[in-house]
């Protein structure tokens, strides 16, 4: 069973449209929920941390929101530079060390 | 200031052969980690240091791979006997301590023939 699971898979939004991504998890507990955007041949760029169930944080047309089970990356009158894979990773308690747990990732495309 | 960067940015070797990957991390950050992604894939955990140590390595596929820090800065990652299937781009990342948000660097991608 996947610990992060994200979806859709891939997202294709006109300019402007406004939608959300999803991130569900599995944890043992939470030590923090990660954002990250990557662009293709990129690392991984850091978004947002989330700690606790109803946080939320924001970041130009981003916002990113936490509940018990999953997260949301809503994105608000997207531009095609927002155009990348938003990638969501879990720090578990469980696990041990402070490692990161990553999902598969949502590929977003907007068109102008 | 300077983010984590990470030599060569592309290695292409033959299967059987040695590499050697290196990742400098933001000045000051005491946790470095090492990840491996496939293509379609997030970013798989191999290795934690905290400061010359390798706090926890259970990431790390079998005994040919090896890391080191051994001034509690730079790390390499050692690949021996290389595999096709070690094909991926690996990435290293740091922070300021454990448990606090870790910032990747552009990542080295490996090919294997």
């Known amino acids: 069973e996947d610990q992060v699971t994200q979806s859709p898979e891939a997202l294709r939004l006109q300019e402007g449209e406004s939608s959300s991504l999803n991130c569900s998890y599995t944890v043992s507990g939470l030590r923090g929920l990660f954002w990250y955007r990557q662009d293709p041949g990129k690392g991984p760029e850091f978004l947002f941390t989330l700690y606790s169930a109803g946080e939320e944080k924001e970041k130009e047309r981003l916002k990113a929101t936490l509940t018990k089970k999953e997260s949301f990356l809503h994105i608000t009158a997207p531009k095609p530079e927002d155009s990348a894979t938003y990638l969501c990773?879990?720090?578990?308690?469980?696990?041990?060390?402070?490692?990161?747990?990553f999902g598969k990732g949502t590929k977003l495309s907007v068109i102008p | 200031g300077a983010g984590v960067s990470q030599t060569p940015s592309n290695k292409v070797t033959e299967k059987g052969k040695y590499v050697e990957l290196r990742c400098d991390p933001i000045?000051?950050?005491?946790?470095l980690y090492w990840y491996r992604q496939s293509l379609g894939q997030g970013p798989e955990f191999l290795i934690y240091?905290?400061?010359?140590?390798?706090?926890?390595d259970s990431g790390l596929p079998n005994d040919r791979f090896f890391a080191v820090r051994p001034e509690g800065s730079v790390s390499t990652l050692k690949i021996q006997r290389t595999e096709r299937g070690d094909s991926a781009v690996y990435l290293c990342?740091?922070?300021?301590?454990?448990?606090?948000?870790?910032?990747f660097g552009p990542g080295t991608r490996l090919l294997v023939l």
């Open positions: 990773a879990v720090d578990d308690s469980g696990a041990g060390s402070y490692q990161l747990t």
């Open positions: 240091f905290q400061g010359t140590g390798a706090a926890d």
């Open positions: 000045s000051g950050h005491t946790a």
């Open positions: 990342a740091s922070s300021k301590q454990g448990l606090e948000t870790q910032y």
